[in-house]
């Protein structure tokens, strides 16, 4: 079955920096990867997604690359703020009906 | 507006009691999911279900059963409750589409004694 990745498990960066999670998955038949965004006390909530047939997609400050050969996406954050700051969950899935998630990477935005 | 629902938002059981844990949709999703959230591991899919009256096992489903008897309406049942079932128990909701957006309740933490 499908097995998810992500490094690194936490993340510290200046306000203002750049954030990269990068995740790798196994099975070569998925074809969709959202990302989840999951503050302290709350539910995880989907931020951004990418399709197996596109390479990248950006919404604002936020941005997913997918390399299908290497069999990784990351999740890019520009200008962080201390609002950024919470567990980043990744996920793999062939066709949507079963997702696997990878272990989550807690990020902190220093001020 | 997307709303998933979750009977408890905490719970605390001894061990060996049986324990319901209860999800409810209304946006008519398909699709509902049980996973449970542990530091380190992520979620892990418990069981999910793509219609009514039908499951399907996840990743970890021994000491766990489920139900779903109406659509908007998914059942986690803990027959037998143990310590090492001490969890945030998280319940999802999607369409039945390739990509679909899963939707998550606010989670129930679970305390078993």
């Known amino acids: 079955g499908e097995n998810v990745e992500q490094h690194p498990s936490t993340l510290s960066v200046q306000e203002g920096d750049s954030a990269v999670i990068k995740c790798t998955y196994s099975?070569?038949?998925?074809?969709?990867f959202p990302w989840y965004k999951q503050e302290l006390g709350k539910r995880p909530q989907l931020i951004i997604d990418i399709r197996s047939n596109v390479g990248e997609k950006k919404d604002q400050r936020i941005a997913v690359t997918l390399n299908k050969t290497a069999k990784h996406f990351s999740l890019h954050i520009t200008e962080t703020q201390p609002e950024d700051s919470a567990v980043y969950f990744c996920?793999?899935?062939?066709?949507?009906?079963?997702?696997?998630f990878g272990p989550g990477t807690r990020l902190s935005v220093l001020p | 507006d997307v709303k998933v629902t979750q009977s408890s938002r905490y719970l605390v059981k001894r061990t060996g009691e049986k324990v319901f844990l209860e999800c409810v949709q209304d946006?008519?999703?398909?699709?509902m999911f049980w996973y449970r959230q542990d530091p380190g591991l992520g979620l892990r899919l418990i069981y999910f279900?793509?219609?009514?009256?039908?499951?399907e096992k996840g990743d970890i489903p021994e000491g766990y059963s489920v139900s779903r008897e109406k659509k908007e309406r998914f059942s986690l049942i803990l027959e037998s409750a143990s310590t090492n079932q001490t969890s945030m128990y998280l319940c999802?909701?999607?369409?039945?589409?390739?990509?679909?957006?899963?939707?998550f309740g606010p989670g129930t933490r679970l305390t078993v004694l």
């Open positions: 099975d070569s038949a998925s074809n969709y």
């Open positions: 999802a909701s999607s369409w039945p589409g390739p990509t679909d957006t899963q939707y």
């Open positions: 996920a793999a899935s062939n066709y949507g009906q079963n997702f696997v």
């Open positions: 946006m008519d999703h398909e699709n």
């Open positions: 279900s793509y219609d009514v009256k039908m499951k």
